[in-house]
């Protein structure tokens, strides 16, 4: 039996596993294949090379500690499409109803069955904040079903699945990390109602949406027309109005993709980060040709089954393929300019992943319940953690941390893993 470790910006899970999967991660086009880590390239040798010194070797401590256990039995997920392409017209909420539909009819659950729904998203849709009862109730799914929707950057899955699975007081503090986000589809886990016995059987997920973020006014404005509302009299709304018109108060207000508490985009973080670690241009560009390559041989051969394509109301084929994978040679990144630091930086769009609309689902449940209901599990989800570091100068090395700390609470090493799997968005 392979032990099988996922990671993820700040997270990371540790899953039993029964057989060594031999097939790539595609994230938001960028494929990373499961290796031992005895094959891990340079760049990923650097990244665990902390993970690898501060383990320890406790064997007294275990995987198994966490109340019931937690099977993972399937998932699925949308095709991942940059945004503004073919999504651009829909809502979040009917990419995460896809997912949903597509769920229930692969695992052939009924309706009425799942005791809650969890999904996690970067941007809420003001119209669907709780974008996960939204997609549950239109894809039909019973009603007393409760959903809430988790809202964080990069993890927002994660933790949604976290919450609902695993115990956080018997199990690891959350310590949550906030960064740009970088996908829909982020492991979506659900544990802790499962472990605890509150509920038997979870859908868990993720959907982002950004092709239609939610753009407001500047807040001088939103002052304005809420003072408005309140206005008596005549006169008070004229002066009021009067306020409005300058220039100033229309102009827009998007979501900041930059970090609150350091300024910095998520990117620059990247470029510094590379510098430190020594990680070179052509080390970034090669690894992103191999990623893409990795991806495109991927879809070719079938192997990307979580795939449950879509039709979009007046389109003549199902989109069944993501449309982010970009198979290029040297010469061609050599041509791209840095698109973060510039002139110096080495980060370039090549090497960096895109705003993705797309949606995830997966089923949690008990060991109970999958053998009541049939159920064969992928896998037992056996523990995760969660950790945070500097904003500033440690933004992109939660999994290095996440790394060291779980394989410390289970007693584990690195050569005690069979499969890594690593998701980021930068090469």
Do not use: W
């Amino acid at each position: 039996m392979a032990l099988r470790c996922s990671f993820q910006q700040g997270f990371i899970h540790l899953r039993n596993h029964n057989t060594h999967i031999l097939r790539s991660s595609v994230t938001n086009g960028l494929a990373s294949t499961t290796q031992n880590p005895g094959q891990l390239g340079a760049q990923q040798q650097r990244t665990l090379a902390t993970a690898n010194d501060t383990t320890s070797s406790s064997k007294t401590k275990s995987t198994k500690d966490i109340g019931r256990e937690v099977v993972f039995i399937d998932g699925v997920r949308t095709p991942f499409l940059q945004s503004f392409t073919a999504y651009k017209d829909l809502m979040g909420y009917q990419l995460a109803r896809h997912a949903l539909l597509g769920l229930l009819k692969r695992t052939n659950i009924d309706k009425s069955v799942p005791d809650y729904c969890v999904m996690g998203t970067v941007i809420q849709e003001v119209r669907t904040s709780n974008i996960a009862r939204e997609a549950l109730l239109s894809a039909g799914l019973s009603n007393k079903i409760p959903a809430h929707t988790v809202t964080m950057a990069c993890i927002s899955s994660n933790v949604a699945m976290a919450t609902e699975s695993f115990d956080f007081h018997s199990i690891a503090k959350v310590f949550p990390i906030s960064v740009l986000m970088d996908g829909p589809y982020r492991n979506s886990l659900s544990a802790k109602d499962i472990a605890t016995g509150q509920n038997d059987i979870i859908i868990a997920g993720g959907v982002d949406f950004m092709s239609d973020v939610p753009i407001r006014y500047p807040r001088s404005m939103r002052k304005l027309l809420l003072s408005l509302n309140r206005a008596k009299s005549t006169p008070q709304r004229l002066g009021l109005a009067t306020k409005m018109l300058s220039f100033k108060n229309f102009v827009p207000e998007a979501p900041a993709i930059a970090e609150f508490s350091t300024g910095e985009i998520m990117g620059q973080s990247a470029d510094r980060l590379a510098a430190a670690f020594n990680v070179t241009r052509r080390e970034q560009d090669e690894y992103a040709i191999r990623s893409h390559l990795l991806a495109q041989q991927a879809t070719d051969k079938g192997y990307l089954d979580d795939i449950i394509p879509m039709h979009i109301p007046g389109a003549p084929d199902a989109i069944s393929r993501d449309n982010g994978i970009r198979v290029s040679t040297m010469e061609q990144m050599n041509k791209l300019k840095p698109a973060f630091i510039k002139p110096h930086g080495t980060v370039t769009a090549a090497s960096s992943s895109f705003l993705t609309d797309g949606a995830s689902a997966s089923l949690i449940t008990s060991v109970d319940k999958a053998k009541e209901l049939g159920l064969k599990p992928k896998a037992y989800i056996r523990r995760y953690v969660f950790t945070s570091q500097d904003p500033k100068d440690q933004l992109l090395l939660g999994p290095t941390y996440a790394t060291a700390k779980l394989l410390d609470q289970c007693g584990l090493t690195l050569n005690d893993i069979d499969v890594f799997e690593f998701h980021e968005a930068f090469a």
